[in-house]
């Protein structure tokens, strides 16, 4: 029934993704890059800060010093640069910080990406109609009824750590000034720390939400991952010819390297190995055509109209089909095995 209805039910495949990903399609939660940026910034500007402030003070002195003198046009180009100067270098550390963990977070979630085609300039996204109709669709109205639930819990997180730092807020005029400064700034990190856990769990339960939701999305119908299937595998006639012409060229191969191999190993039915050696050509014995069911019998019937002996070495013939490929020589672990074969070929051609 629901292949009638054309339900999406199968999981999007390889090919789905990275078509989306293209497209700039990918699961990625905007509050958890935020609120990693956020928690970089208040460990920049502590462990900065000082820098900040001292750079701030000497700025503000500059600018008190010459306050009272008559500034003329000369003077007062010097002044705004020296200021600019000190406010770029004592910001600059903080900014390249926060532009590095920005890049970072985004980048863990959605891995190194460039998709032209996200940014460009469409048409259809210019239309003010469509424009003020998508502010009142079910997707707008699901995600601002998400904000304000995010908003309730951060409220009701932070209000009993608010209700406990209050006495402490009140009785900060009893306390000296130094002191002051000091139970104030432990205030203020008590409630950063409390906020930015609240907004880590919420901006996590968010990243778990958008991975399912963009894979709820990409999901396909049973028609659709046929369709993709046989779009990739290309038209059934041409995929038919193709295999019948590997067929051919492997038959031929077998009619012509055949005949020169000095011995074939079977499994006995399912696998078939020819296999050559000339000492002053090769360094080992070489692998010169193999096949499995139908193939290997071809191997054995050419074989047998041309004399070659076939031995029956089900380990073996398995073995070096697995791990040989036509054209190769043996692996040194089959070279013991692969030697008797030819020393008992050898001893009967002798015989003969």
């Not at 051919?248 to 050559?276: C, G, K, M, W, Y």
């Not at 073996?316 to 791990?323: D, E, K, P, Q, V």
Request: charge should be neutral; hydrophobic fraction near 50%; aromatic fraction near 6%.
């Amino acid at each position: 029934m629901a292949d009638d209805l054309g339900d999406k039910t199968e999981l999007p495949t390889d090919r789905k993704r990275l078509d989306a990903r293209e497209r700039g399609q990918v699961a990625k939660s905007q509050d958890l890059s935020g609120i990693v940026e956020l928690i970089a910034a208040v460990i920049a500007l502590i462990t900065l800060g000082s820098g900040l402030v001292r750079a701030m003070t000497v700025v503000l002195i500059r600018c008190m010093e010459t306050s009272g003198e008559a500034l003329s046009v000369d003077a007062l180009f010097p002044l705004m640069l020296g200021v600019l100067l000190e406010t770029v270098l004592a910001l600059g550390p903080i900014l390249l910080v926060l532009v590095g963990v920005a890049v970072v977070a985004n980048a863990a979630q959605t891995g190194p990406m460039f998709t032209p085609s996200a940014i460009a300039i469409k048409p259809e996204r210019l239309d003010p109609i469509k424009g003020f109709a998508r502010l009142f669709d079910t997707k707008t109205f699901v995600k601002s009824m998400m904000n304000f639930g995010k908003l309730a819990v951060i409220i009701l997180v932070t209000w009993p750590v608010l209700r406990s730092v209050m006495p402490r807020v009140v009785s900060l005029g009893r306390l000296e000034t130094f002191g002051g400064i000091v139970e104030l700034g432990r205030i203020l990190l008590e409630l950063i720390a409390t906020l930015l856990a609240c907004l880590l769990v919420i901006a996590v339960i968010d990243y778990v939400v958008q991975r399912w939701q963009h894979t709820r999305d990409l999901k396909m119908t049973k028609e659709e991952v046929k369709d993709e299937r046989r779009s990739m595998d290309g038209d059934p006639t041409v995929r038919n010819r193709r295999q019948r012409m590997m067929r051919e060229l492997a038959l031929q191969r077998v009619n012509s390297a055949v005949p020169r191999a000095d011995v074939v190993v079977t499994n006995p039915t399912h696998f078939s190995i020819a296999i050559a050696y000339d000492e002053s050509t090769m360094r080992a014995p070489r692998v010169v055509a193999k096949g499995a069911d139908h193939l290997a019998y071809r191997i054995r019937q050419v074989a047998i109209g041309h004399g070659v002996p076939i031995i029956e070495r089900p380990p073996l013939a398995r073995a070096l089909y697995a791990s040989v490929q036509v054209g190769e020589e043996i692996s040194p672990e089959f070279y013991e095995a692969v030697a008797e074969l030819l020393a008992y070929v050898y001893r009967l051609e002798a015989a003969a």
